[in-house]
């Protein structure tokens, strides 16, 4: 696996690492949970030194690591309640073995009023094996959990939240730190799950290296010697060896967008940008673009033909490069035939991005047929048009959503967000650890766009393009944000801090 990326667990890997250090290692699962719920208990006993710590349990696993770190906790000194959410005659394995040990006050009945005076809560209620709707003594007490306001931290994953995807279908507890086990769990960095999870920390529990690893079911965070593995100008480079992109965009009244795209291209380090435009707005991109080349298609009223992808073409056999398309292309019926007609045609790597994205809802398939790399960069609205869904769906089940499209179109797709997803046609996903608010502003789509084509074109593979291109974007927004503040920060201060990015 790449450095730059950093392994998550879903619940399968989970398991399977578990049972394999168990039956094949020699570790017990008794020795793994007192390894957790050392972790545990060092985090909760930091994060709230002082006051009452009330641990909620379920019956399983989740609920054992509850009950060994309040037996840790109160052998430190602190005061420690036991609630218990469920049939405490039903606990089994090493949860039991976890309450046979537990020493003072046995273990109550879950009740609301019961965390009245408590400084801290710990939600050990369900764990990774969770997935589905809460029901029960135990969805009642996540739902009740769910409605306090008190400090919470969550073991493994905050209950409700399905650790593999960060789908919440029902209640779900807000935690303000989670300690997860062995390995960071994808569910805790894609929403809606990420909302739940607050600080996230990772606890080693003694699982010897060398466990079996199904890279199809595994996430990955987006980690910042990404940047630092990239190709850069040397004595020997020129504006062709830096890579050369055509931005296919604009229309009369959305020109903007080519700026951006563009400009955010060049600062991303393309050696050689092309702005593709209506002949009839060729004129205003080129008075607003002094170092990026012109390209005028066939056009009407303002906006794209389909003949102008012919033209396209003629000119990518020419002078090779990789196209952006779709910034600014507006909704009209002449531009969707020549977005179609470009990704069908245009033996280049491509990029569709905005506008470009409309011509293809419901048409995923149509992208399968292509030869050269091809990624996708729709947000939530966009993605639900292109799989023919609800945006709400989409919001809820991010992580399958993004899998589907990238299978579909046998592309690499970009779902964007605050957890932006980077997923392979083979339903590899890497996650963004976070970005600046100030990139909730236009335009700022464009200017990723723009960064994902110029490393594209600098012979990028097409899944280190799309994630290094969402770590530099995001990097770029921080900066802005610290010179501008987020309030007022604008695609264009993105763009001009890219090269700072870079560095």
Same mark, same amino acid.
Request: charged share 20%; net charge neutral; with cysteine.
């Given at each position: ?30 020795? +793994? ?15 709230? /030194? ?32 036991? !609630? ?24 109550? /009945?879950?009740?609301?009023? +019961? ?17 589905? %709707? ?90 910042? /010697? ?18 050369? !992109? ?12 080519? @700026? ?33 080349? #012109? ?37 009209? %019926? ?6 179609? #007609? ?6 280049? /790597? ?43 769906? @989409? ?11 990238? %299978? ?7 779902? %964007?967000?605050?957890?932006?997803? @980077?997923?392979?046609?083979?339903? +590899? ?42 770590? !530099? ?31």
């Amino acid at each position: 696996m790449s450095d730059w990326l950093i392994a998550l667990s879903d619940a399968k890997r989970s398991r399977a690492a578990d049972q394999w250090a168990i039956e094949s290692m020699g570790v017990s699962g008794l020795t +793994l949970m007192e390894a957790a719920a050392a972790g545990l208990a060092d985090y909760v006993d930091r994060y709230v /030194p002082e006051g009452v710590i009330v641990v909620v349990c379920g019956g399983g696993n989740n609920g054992g690591d509850g009950y060994a770190a309040a037996r840790l906790l109160r052998a430190s000194g602190r005061e420690v309640t036991v !609630l218990q959410a469920g049939d405490l005659g039903r606990l089994s394995g090493d949860a039991l073995a976890q309450l046979r040990l537990l020493p003072g006050a046995p273990p109550l /009945p879950f009740e609301p009023a +019961l965390l009245d005076g408590a400084s801290v809560v710990v939600d050990a209620l369900l764990g990774t094996g969770f997935s589905g %709707k809460p029901r029960g003594p135990i969805g009642k007490a996540i739902k009740a959990l769910s409605r306090c306001d008190l400090p919470i931290v969550a073991v493994d994953v905050p209950s409700g939240v399905d650790a593999s995807s960060g789908e919440v279908l029902g209640d779900a507890v807000t935690a303000q730190m989670t300690v997860s086990f062995n390995c960071d769990k994808p569910g805790l960095h894609i929403n809606p799950g990420r909302e739940h999870a607050g600080a996230v920390r990772v606890v080693d529990i003694g699982i010897p290296p060398g466990a079996p690893l199904d890279e199809a079911s595994v996430g990955l965070i987006i980690d910042e /010697p990404l940047i630092a593995s990239l190709p850069r100008r040397g004595a020997a480079s020129n504006k062709f060896t830096s890579g050369h !992109l055509y931005v296919a965009a604009g229309s009369r009244g959305l020109t903007g967008a080519v @700026v951006l795209a563009s400009t955010a291209a060049m600062r991303a380090g393309a050696g050689y940008v092309t702005a593709c435009v209506p002949a009839s707005e060729q004129p205003v991109v080129a008075a607003q673009l002094v170092e990026v080349m #012109q390209l005028s298609l066939a056009g009407d009223r303002g906006h794209h033909r389909r003949e102008g992808a012919d033209q396209l073409r003629k000119a990518v056999l020419k002078r090779l490069g990789t196209v952006l398309l779709g910034p600014g292309l507006g909704a009209s %019926k002449g531009a969707a035939a020549f977005a179609r #007609q470009v990704a069908a045609e245009i033996q280049a /790597p491509l990029v569709i991005d905005a506008d470009g994205l409309g011509a293809f809802a419901g048409r995923l398939g149509e992208l399968k047929s292509r030869k050269r790399p091809t990624v996708l960069t729709p947000h939530e609205g966009e993605l639900a048009r292109l799989l023919e869904c609800s945006v709400d769906d @989409v919001r809820q089940r991010r992580l399958k959503h993004v899998r589907s499209a990238a %299978k579909a179109a046998k592309s690499t797709v970009i779902l %964007k967000g605050v957890d932006t997803l @980077v997923c392979t046609a083979d339903g +590899l996903v890497a996650v963004s650890p976070g970005a600046s608010p100030g990139l909730a502003t236009a335009g700022t789509g464009d200017v990723l766009g723009g960064v994902v084509g110029a490393l594209l074109a600098r012979g990028a593979d097409p899944f280190v393009a799309a994630a290094a291109a969402v770590r !530099l974007h995001a990097r770029a927004a921080t900066i802005a944000a610290e010179s501008v503040g987020t309030e007022g920060m604008i695609a264009s201060d993105v763009v001009a801090s890219l090269p700072l990015a870079w560095a």
